[in-house]
Nanobody, 120 residues
Framework: QVDLEESGGGLVEAGGSLRLSCAAS????????MGWYRQAPGKERDLVAS???????SYADSVKGRFTISRDNAKNTVYLQMNSLKPEDTAVYYC??????????????WGQGTQVTVSS
């Protein structure tokens, strides 16, 4: 089992920045992909960015050039640096990991979410 604890959300003015953190803990053999999703009221949960074990990253088109995902494998932590924030970035942001157990099986884990609100 892998538990994820997010931090760093809050209220910021448009154009501002926030940094989200997500720390993983538990008994996984390895934590493979880590990523951030977001869900605005009345909308589906969408992928924002993801990063593999060796640092390969991908981004939603809406955040390319503004958000940067990174990870510290020694700390089992993933970060999302969000710059040039827009009101449409307002959402609950969720951390997700794909991890492997000692049987070689892969599982998803989700964090509880952190609110990001961008005022205009």
């Amino acid at each position: 089992q892998v538990d994820l604890e997010e931090s760093g959300g809050g209220l910021v003015e448009a154009g501002g920045s926030l940094r989200l953190s997500c720390a993983a803990s538990g008994s996984a053999v390895s934590i493979n992909i880590m990523g951030w999703y977001r869900q605005a009221p009345g909308k589906e949960r969408d992928l924002v960015a993801s990063i593999g074990s060796f640092g390969g990253a991908s981004y939603a088109d809406s955040v390319k050039g503004r958000f940067t995902i990174s990870r510290d494998n020694a700390k089992n932590t993933v970060y999302l640096q969000m710059n040039s924030l827009k009101p449409e970035d307002t959402a609950v942001y969720y951390c997700k990991s794909i991890w492997m157990d000692d049987g070689g099986n892969y599982h998803p884990s989700w964090g509880q979410g952190t609110q990001v609100t961008v005022s205009s």
